[in-house]
């Protein structure tokens, strides 16, 4: 699409498109919008005019367009001057609410054997040249990466991570180590026992967006882990179950983390959407989960929602199961993937840790 003329009007500046549309946008959001120099810092790309403080008076001299139809120019009778891009003008011609972004619904799975094109590669692969973009888009396209053949090494797992962005701190230290003889562990992760499908953080405000975790010991039995796509389960349910999905975007489920000196708590509905109802972030931790009562007809149609969530997230058919090892690094989405893991004897030492969800979508739209 192509800007084919403009016209000025009392209020504002209609653009015609090459496809026969137009888009009227007002002198005011013109104003506001321009990216010349003064207005738009050309390093920070941080807005410097300021269109509260002294509103202008929004009276126009002259609009033109360059000869390329690249940009357009407005001078104000104040002598000021604004300049428009065709590209942000053309990302702006349909209004509608700003969105947060969406998760890829074009490749959820039901079960393993509906993951296209295993997202596994090596860890050499990854620390080379285009590996990054490669690993990046195995985690939006299907919500996870194994990476094979890594030194097993804290120091080795640490840079495969740190390759992405820096790693997020939290209740539990930035990249760490541990295993399963803890004295006193202050998370069933740091034990033997067996843990049900689930996301971390439901307790923070803003949930780790990936998890990496490497097996850098193992001399035990059973551990195996399972990833469940989150995803795939509110498609299902938006289709199949449209009442109970519509608690599950609703109720804000409070999750809690409790230790001395500690009490995090956090509301998140279990799917969380957009204006457009696009699923943004799967929550769910039915260990983790704060005690709330609604009113009883409210709060059997919840159970009964969160039931069919829950049941659903069980199915061992959903279940991806493999078992980590010294060598395989995985990472997935946290805001997406639920994991699990089976009880275990012996001992494991794993290390790994997160990073922030914007810094994987960041990364993403940079690379
Ligand atoms: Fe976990």
Redesign the pocket.
Known sequence: MLIKSIKSLNNGLNIFWSDSSSSCYPWLWLRDHSQSQGDLHPDSKQRQIDVFSNPPSNSVNKVSLDKDSKHVFIKWTDKTESSLSFELLQSNAEPSLPQSNALNSSSFWNSSVEITSFPEMSYEEVMGNKGLKTWLTHIQRVGFVIVTKTPATPEATKELMERMAYIRNSIFGGFSVWDNKLESPD?T?FTSLA?EP???GTYVHDAPGL?TLHCIRRDSIGGENQLIDGLAIAEKMRHEHPDAFNILCNVNIPGRYIKPNTYLEAHRPLFRINNNGEVIQVSF?NHDRAPFRLENNQMNKFYNAYKIFHNLANDPSRQMEFMLEPGKVLTFDNWRLL?A?SSLTGYRQLCGGYHNREDFESKLRSI
Request: without cysteine.
């Open positions: 998370d992760a843990i689930h996301t971390d998890q931790n994991h893991r």
